[in-house]
């Protein structure tokens, strides 16, 4: 079965740090891009941040640029997301999902595979 | 920066009914447009992508059409089990994966 499980979340206090992990298996995980995407309570979809299967290409938005760092580690099937100098705006929950290409539409990408998620609470 | 919005925002809509859900880009994205479905509590769930590719085992009655600015879901023939929110996300950019705000269909 395919499977992302998120971990690693949690209450953290404003300015402090906090690594989230997700575990994949079912698939060779190394073939893979893959995105974290969290969701704050009662909010939509953002999109936090997007590694490619070699890790060699990493992309962030802008509101976690210099603050989150995005790595993976093929060899174990797992992806990590660094979260320093976490903020309250930063409380969600965290997905991390899998990116599929379709190469004969254009190529296009996108989101075939989730986890449940993990939450982070950054507060006082 | 590519913005998406979605019209409406909510819809209260009865079982069997046909359901049409519109999503707007700010610039032209091709056919680099997502779908997904959302229920309280779960992770998102792919519907289609490419604008009109419906994903592997989603029933037939989730169609996508539209290419450029302006894309549209339609459910068929609303079950109970598609009350959720649906979400657009566009991929012509690989920098941002934008998603819009979201569209809730809840019963009438």
């Known amino acids: 079965e395919v499977q992302l499980v998120e971990s690693g979340g949690g209450l953290v206090q404003p300015g402090g740090s906090l690594r989230l992990s997700c575990a994949a298996s079912g698939f060779t995980f190394s073939s893979y891009e893959m995105n974290w995407v969290r969701q704050a309570p009662g909010k939509g979809l953002e999109w936090v941040s997007y590694?490619?299967?070699?890790?060699?290409?990493?992309y962030y938005a802008d509101s976690v640029k210099g603050r989150f760092t995005i790595s993976r580690d093929n060899a174990k099937n797992s992806l990590y997301l660094q979260m320093n100098s976490l903020r309250a705006e930063d409380t969600a929950v965290y997905y991390c999902?899998?990116?599929?290409?379709?190469?004969?539409?254009?190529?296009?990408?996108?989101?075939?595979?989730w986890g449940k998620g993990t939450t982070v609470t950054v507060s006082s | 920066d590519i913005q998406m919005t979605q019209s409406p925002s909510s819809l209260s809509a009865s079982v069997g009914d046909r359901v049409t859900i519109t999503c707007r880009a700010s610039?032209?994205?091709?056919?680099?447009l997502n779908w997904y479905q959302q229920k309280p509590g779960k992770a998102p769930k792919l519907l289609i992508y490419?604008?009109?590719s419906l994903q592997s085992g989603v029933p037939s009655r989730f169609s996508g059409s539209g290419s450029g600015t302006d894309f549209t879901l339609t459910i068929s023939s609303l079950q109970p089990e598609d009350f959720a929110t649906y979400y657009c996300q566009q991929s012509y950019s690989t920098l941002l994966f934008t998603f819009g705000p979201g569209t809730k269909v809840d019963i009438k």
């Open positions: 590694i490619s299967s070699s890790g060699s290409t990493i």
């Open positions: 490419a604008a009109s």
């Open positions: 999902a899998r990116v599929t290409i379709a190469y004969e539409k254009g190529p296009l990408y996108y989101m075939d595979v």
């Open positions: 610039q032209s994205i091709s056919s680099y």
